[in-house]
């Protein structure tokens, strides 16, 4: 497919810029910043803008007569018009003060070009029709989304900017007043061992069924939604929103789940949940229900309320998302087996996570092993991880939810569980502790050594 049209470019702008640097340090650091030798139209301002560049990189003087020579020991000086060439540039600006402004006309045009080039591809694939309608959309927004984040794909990167990077993390990091430097879960002990969930991280929470998954990622959600203000994409792919709401509202004011489905608690239990239903209408918690997605539409919806957020906020730095559950995410494209679409899925999981640079928890099932009589206490393994080792291999933390009581049925059990850090990158694993609350459907930290034990009414989410 072709379009005779020529690609956005601003000749003008491109010289300005190339102009302002052969005469100014500052306008080079400037330049530096904003663009790269490949956002430039013309090949001759390529070959100029990489020199230069260079050249600044190994602390030489920049002027005519340097950039001349190095030019002519590369083989290259005539290529760009020869030093006449680079004496019209310097002629050409006036002052160096606007080079920024002429940069950022060179990267808008450079976008556009990306744009067009990102659109061609799409266009193609759909009039080929090879791949199916989902990949095909998936790739559309992607190549989208990737453009609007400024092309972040720097490829190498040298030791100096390396340490550079992480001396000013060092810095920021030993500022802070607490020890978290990710999103924090809303559980004490979760936080020391992980330092909360980091961007780029996929987490996976699992469990067998009724021992609080979907519980613990709840309240989690609330915690970060509401108490943190931090956005929270929860895709529900078993349990609708009504019935969500119902256990996070409820968990919060202290009402049992199964009343507040019923619409049938104390009358002073009101002005509470009002209270609370009021906050929750303000938080930063979206919901997605809608069953049977595939990971690509997960990806794309994600992608686009990330946009969305971005668009009213430019500061936004932080978002989660959680997925309840894995198992029930459908596989996209023709797999042999389900284990081969589930390790599809982890590792998109993951692609996701880095791609978006958010946190991704996936809630999991765990296989029946962990309930075989042979097994003491029947506690919960890494490689329980159902139908696919391809999940133990992806993730960064996984954390198991256990609670002896569901097996035992001792009552002084009931309201303990475990969670276990089965495993963890960047960290320790361990076993934490937490209280549950059945009729709450809440998990919280034990209270500390010398508190008084919590009553139900008295668990923060």
């Known amino acids: 497919m072709s379009i005779n049209k020529v690609y956005p470019h601003s000749a003008e702008a491109e010289m300005a810029v190339l102009g302002s640097m052969l005469i100014s340090k500052e306008s080079i650091d400037t330049v530096s910043e904003i663009l790269r030798a490949e956002y430039f139209y013309l090949d001759n301002h390529k070959k100029l803008f990489d020199t230069i560049f260079r050249l600044n990189e190994k602390r030489k003087s920049v002027d005519i007569i340097t950039v001349s020579e190095e030019l002519r020991k590369d083989g290259k000086l005539e290529e760009i018009g020869g030093q006449a060439y680079l004496s019209d540039l310097i002629e050409k600006v006036s002052t160096p003060a606007h080079t920024q402004n002429y940069a950022k006309i060179v990267k808008e045009k450079y976008v556009l070009r990306e744009l067009i080039t990102s659109s061609t591809k799409v266009i193609e694939n759909a009039y080929e029709g090879v791949n199916e309608i989902d990949f095909i959309l998936d790739r559309a927004q992607k190549e989208i989304f990737e453009i609007s984040q400024k092309n972040t794909d720097h490829g190498f990167y040298s030791p100096s900017d390396l340490s550079k990077e992480f001396l000013d993390r060092m810095d920021v990091l030993a500022k802070l007043k607490s020890h978290i430097t990710g999103v924090s879960t809303g559980f004490r002990e979760l936080n020391d061992v992980t330092g909360g969930f980091q961007k780029s991280e996929l987490i996976i929470l699992a469990a067998r069924p009724s021992q609080g998954k979907t519980a613990m990622a709840l309240n989690m959600a609330y915690h970060i939604g509401i108490e943190k203000n931090i956005p929270v994409a929860f895709f529900s792919l078993e349990m609708d929103r009504i019935s969500l709401i ?115 928890v996936a809630l999991s099932q765990l296989n029946r092993r962990s309930e075989d009589k042979g097994r003491v ?56 502790e937490l209280n549950f609350f059945p009729n709450w459907t809440k998990f919280a930290d034990p209270p500390l050594p010398g508190t008084e034990p919590l009553q139900e009414e008295e668990v923060p989410l």
Not at 378 to 402: C, F, K, M, T, Y
């Open 246 to 360: 119902n256990r996070m509202i409820g968990a919060s004011v202290g009402i049992n789940v199964f009343d507040v489905r019923r619409g049938k608690f104390p009358r002073e239990k009101w002005t509470e949940m009002t209270n609370e239903v009021d906050k929750f209408s303000r938080a930063n918690i979206w919901i997605d229900d809608s069953p049977g997605l595939n990971i690509m539409e997960i990806r794309a919806r994600t992608r686009k309320l990330m946009l969305e957020l971005k668009a009213k906020n430019k500061e936004l730095d932080k978002m989660i998302v959680f997925i309840d559950y894995l198992q029930l995410i459908r596989g996209v494209g023709r797999r042999e087996n389900r284990q081969q679409e589930v390790s599809e899925i982890s590792k998109l999981l993951k692609d996701m996570a880095r791609t978006l640079n958010v946190p991704v």
């Open 377 to 432: 206490d029947n506690r919960p393994r890494l490689s329980d991880l159902r139908e696919s080792g391809s999940l133990e291999q992806d993730s960064d933390v996984v954390a198991l939810i256990h609670r002896d009581f569901y097996y035992t049925k001792d009552p002084s059990h009931e309201n303990l569980a475990n969670l276990i850090i089965a495993k963890n990158r960047n960290g320790a694993v361990k076993t934490l």
